[in-house]
């Protein structure tokens, strides 16, 4: 295999630029603005199968990340879609008069609830000044009067009879006292006092208190049958009271009735409103007695007639199509809704003039947008939703149950049938939790929507930009774009998405790169934004963030941080991290520095030792001897130990884009060749040589540019990248400017062996027939060196001639003399010498 040094690459390779001409319009002011999604074809048509599927269980996981537009192109195919569609009910509370805790839900016709309230309110008000006429009438006064006379002639009679009967008796009298009749002890008709009785003999104490205990159990029966009458009487006065009631209520509720023709809930709920009402007709006559009232209703103090109203907890309005409700803090009240209460005599009162709906109740018949990080940091809110999807139906259960320590009186209200279309806005790592972890969750989200991150860039694509930029105009009040600006902020979306192929769907990003051009623009009092208010938007957001890759900077160029890409060294050379403060990545040079010597121990990480290496950099070490061993291992023993460090290194390590710099470093210590410290490498390694993409290629070649331009720059310096990340190429113009002057380069390299030049101006070395190397070359001195090593290794603490024991140094250093000999022979010529073995 021919081994090649790549060219540098050009400038116009380190971006792919955007054609403003192909384009084809001047301003944006000139574009239709953007109205619906791009580049999301496949998740919207998932998204559509969700809506259409008129099935329970297929609500949607939209899946993407923050910022990527898809909840506002969600809710506004949603908000399309509803305008289209029927507007569903209104739904109300209304007292169970039957069923005091279970307030009962009534359903009405859309933007009808407040209008059964408002009758009510007007039935009530009616039935305040009817009611109390029509029992005051002279009709009813006359019934009242009768029965009353009766009842009371009725109880003369029974009085006077059982007074009839005592005046026969010697020793009893009937006294009437401010409590009532009482039987009371008596001498010839005369009544006692205590002092008269006690002067009497104790027979005819016996004698009266005996008769006194018979009279007493006939006065007895004769009271309970007073009682009776008195019952009968209430009865009367009620059916009385209610029969009038009936008559007027019947005749109010008519007319009320004729209004809701052909809504059966409310025909029902208006019929046993009625009943109640001539039930407890008392509450509504002046001064009315409550004690006549025959209903179970406990109305507050501050509204008697409260059991009688309407609580209307949704209401819409007409032909306003389904309700699409995001909510942003899913709690379980906001959510499920709540039931509020009141304190009575120190205890917490629930009625259901307290219910409220949740966010579930008012997109009931429509779409429900969630956040399901936001969700599922209220566990109770997540099972509640759970059981209302999987139930179908709405159910309002008190969680203040569960979590106060103060006696409470709870409600049970009945269910609202539930159908709804659930969104929930995720990202993947969320979403396959769910779906591993979740049971529910499968069965309810079967749905899923994936918006990718970035799509293909093309001209259709760019335009696209176009048309999202002028809707944020018409929206936002800002200036129209150029077509060189827009092609800017197009470039800008291909270095979001890291590839010169693709642009990002980070929308949220891009409109604040819209917003703040526009800010400059406004600024400079220029009409139209241009490319310099786009680029001087990108130039003060980064200054706004980098503080501390500033700071890092400063470090370099004070020396402080060691950086000096300048000369060459042996066993060192640079590798490239990237550091993140959040909103800013960065990148930092970092010094790979190997050492050699023979011994066994293989290649040893500093950083694994002391447990600053995460497991995926810790692979890429092992890597590094599979690579030395296949290549330098195939006819004796890799005898070397070898370690390798990271320079001003403190933190952690993880990934393995260092791993070609290793393995630089390593042979470069073995070979003992300098490498170039004005050139950077960045890419993983497999075992058989091939350089292997890594991320943040573009973050990592402007970090070293920056600490070399700290550091002057010499024409000379470059980064050394994997030819696969050549797409992911998005440089900023500093770098680009430089590499056109030739102030920079930056060189692709697929295969290990093709950065030898680049670093030491020498080949790596073919093998030859005979599987050796040149040896002038990198691999050939390598492999001599390890050749050495490894007969130095055999040769150590075995005997020489002269009686002592040669040294490793001494045994190595005689290359080009005669081989050693074989064990064998050793152990033959020991024999002949009586040496013992």
Not at 239 to 258: H, I, P, R, T, W
Not at 412 to 433: A, C, E, M, S
Not at 628 to 646: K, R, V
Not at 700 to 712: D, H, N, P, S, Y
């Amino acid at each position: 295999m021919t081994i090649t040094t790549p060219n540098p690459l050009k400038s116009d390779q380190l971006r792919r630029a955007c054609d403003s001409g192909a384009l084809k319009f001047n301003t944006t002011a000139e574009l239709e603005p953007l109205r619906e999604a791009i580049g999301q074809d496949l998740a919207m048509r998932a998204v559509r199968f969700g809506l259409e599927v008129d099935h329970p269980g297929y609500n949607i996981f939209a899946i993407g990340l923050p910022g990527s537009g898809r909840a506002t192109i969600i809710r506004q195919l949603l908000e399309d879609r509803a305008r289209e569609e029927p507007t569903p009910s209104d739904w109300c509370y209304v007292y169970n008069f039957d069923q005091p805790r279970e307030p009962c839900a009534v359903a009405l016709p859309a933007s009808r609830g407040p209008d059964l309230r408002t009758d009510v309110e007007g039935l009530l008000e009616e039935l305040q000044e009817s009611l109390p006429r029509a029992l005051q009438t002279e009709e009813v006064r006359k019934e009242r009067d009768k029965i009353a006379e009766r009842v009371n002639r009725i109880q003369r009679q029974l009085i006077e009879g059982f007074q009839k009967e005592v005046e026969d008796e010697r020793y009893v009298a009937l006294v009437q006292t401010p409590t009532g009749w009482v039987v009371a002890p008596a001498l010839g008709n005369e009544p006692l006092d205590e002092k008269q009785f006690q002067t009497l003999s104790e027979d005819q104490r016996e004698e009266i208190l005996d008769r006194r205990r018979e009279m007493e159990k006939k006065f007895a029966d004769v009271q309970l049958k007073v009682r009776e009458t008195e019952r009968d009487a209430r009865r009367l006065l009620i059916e009385l009271q209610q029969m009038v009631a009936e008559a007027e209520v019947e005749s109010c509720v008519k007319g009320v009735k004729g209004r809701w023709e052909g809504v059966p809930d409310a025909i029902a709920y208006l019929d046993r409103l009625a009943k109640a009402i001539v039930e407890n007709a008392g509450q509504f006559a002046d001064g009315g007695d409550e004690s006549e009232s025959s209903s179970e209703a406990t109305p507050s103090e501050e509204d008697p007639l409260a059991n009688y109203r309407v609580n209307v907890i949704v209401c819409h309005k007409p032909d306003s199509g389904t309700p699409v409700v995001q909510e942003e803090s899913p709690t379980y009240h906001n959510l499920i809704g709540r039931i509020e209460h009141r304190v009575e005599f120190g205890t917490m009162i629930a009625d259901f003039a307290q219910i409220t709906a949740g966010a579930i109740h008012k997109a009931n018949g429509g779409y429900l947008i969630l956040e399901a990080d936001h969700v599922l940091r209220q566990p109770i809110a997540w099972v509640a939703l759970k059981n209302a999807l999987r139930t179908q139906s709405i159910r309002l259960e008190e969680i203040i149950e569960y979590t106060s320590l103060i006696a409470t009186t709870t409600l049970k209200p009945q269910p609202v049938p539930l159908k709804v279309r659930v969104i929930l806005l995720g990202d993947p790592y969320t979403y396959q939790l769910l779906h591993a972890y979740d049971e529910d969750f499968r069965e309810l989200f079967k749905v899923k929507a994936d918006f990718s991150p970035y799509m293909e860039r093309d001209v259709e694509a760019e335009r696209g930009y176009g048309e999202f930029i002028a809707a944020r105009g018409e929206e936002e009040s800002l200036p129209p774009f150029d077509a060189a600006a827009v092609a800017r902020v197009a470039e800008f979306g291909s270095r979001l998405a890291g590839h010169q192929d693709r642009l990002s769907t980070q929308f949220g990003a891009i409109g604040d790169l819209v917003r703040e051009s526009g800010f400059f623009a406004k600024a400079e009092g220029r009409m139209v934004v241009t490319v310099d208010d786009v680029r001087q938007a990108i130039r003060e957001r980064e200054v706004r963030v980098n503080r501390p890759e500033r700071e890092l900077l400063n470090l370099i160029e004070e020396d402080t941080l060691t950086v000096d890409p300048t000369g060459e060294k042996v066993g060192q050379l640079y590798g490239l991290a990237v550091l993140s403060a959040g909103d800013h990545a960065f990148a930092r040079p970092i010094k790979v520095e190997a050492s050699t010597f023979m011994g066994t121990s293989g290649v040893v990480d500093i950083e694994r030792e002391v447990r600053l290496g995460g497991p995926i950099h810790n692979k890429g070490v092992l890597v590094l001897s599979g690579y030395l061993g296949d290549l330098f291992a195939q006819d004796h023993p890799l005898i070397m130990s070898a370690t390798l460090s990271f320079d001003q290194l403190y933190e952690e390590v993880e990934g393995d884009s260092a791993s070609a710099a290793e393995l630089y470093t390593l042979i470069s210590s073995i070979a003992e060749i300098p490498l170039r410290q004005g050139i950077a490498i960045t890419g993983a390694l497999n075992q058989k040589g091939d350089i292997q993409p890594i991320g943040g290629v573009s973050t990592k070649i402007e970090g070293f540019f920056r600490a070399c331009t700290r550091r002057g720059l010499t024409g000379k310096q470059g980064v050394i990248i994997p030819a696969r990340n050549m797409p992911n190429l998005v440089l900023n113009d500093e770098v680009i400017d430089a590499v056109r002057e030739g102030q920079f380069h930056i060189w692709p390299i697929r295969l290990f062996e093709e950065g030898w030049e680049i670093l030491a101006g020498t080949p790596a070395g073919e093998r030859d027939a005979e599987g050796g190397f040149p040896s002038d070359s990198i691999y050939g001195r390598a492999a001599a060196r390890l050749s050495r090593w490894a007969r130095g290794w055999r040769d150590f603490g075995k005997p020489v001639r002269e009686g002592r024991r040669a040294e490793p140094e001494e045994a190595a250093a005689s290359e080009g003399a005669a081989e050693a000999p074989d064990d064998d022979e050793e152990e033959e010529g020991q024999a002949e010498r009586g040496v013992e073995a």
